[in-house]
Nanobody, 127 residues
Framework: VRLVESGGGLVQAGGSLRLSCTAS????????????FSWFRQAPGKEREGVSC????????YYPDSVKGRFTGSRHDSADTMYLQMNSLKPEDTAVYYC?????????????????WGQGTQVTVSS
């Protein structure tokens, strides 16, 4: 499975950005319906953390307190595209954002649980 992110950039604090992640290369009967898709971010010197995790199978979601109410993950079924809408951005949201996927109905939140990763897109929030 290949994941390609887009939509990163530079934004002022309080602004919004929407990231996109398009999935392709499904084989052996695997479809996006079998996958949990998530967004992670990694700031310099910090661990990669999950900011939006969403099970396609059962609709389960996870958001850490640091982004709850500001970030929303969604999915466009027919296009195998996932989105991360980020509102009220803060300088501490500055990081490289990654799309990730795993064949599961659960909602894992650890980076070590995911099998497929995009290349990442930089988000920079200026104060």
């Amino acid at each position: 499975v290949r994941l390609v992110e887009s939509g990163g950039g530079l934004v002022q604090a309080g602004g919004s950005l929407r990231l996109s992640c398009t999935a392709s290369g499904f084989t052996s009967g695997l479809t996006s319906a079998h996958l949990t898709f998530s967004w992670f971010r990694q700031a310099p010197g910090k661990e990669r953390e999950g900011v939006s995790c969403m099970s396609t199978a059962n609709g389960g979601t996870y958001y850490p307190d640091s982004v709850k109410g500001r970030f929303t993950g969604s999915r466009h079924d027919s296009a195998d595209t996932m989105y991360l809408q980020m509102n009220s951005l803060k300088p501490e949201d500055t990081a490289v954002y990654y799309c990730a996927a795993k064949e599961t109905i659960l909602v894992p939140t650890s980076r070590y649980d995911y099998d497929y990763w995009g290349q990442g897109t930089q988000v920079t929030v200026s104060s």
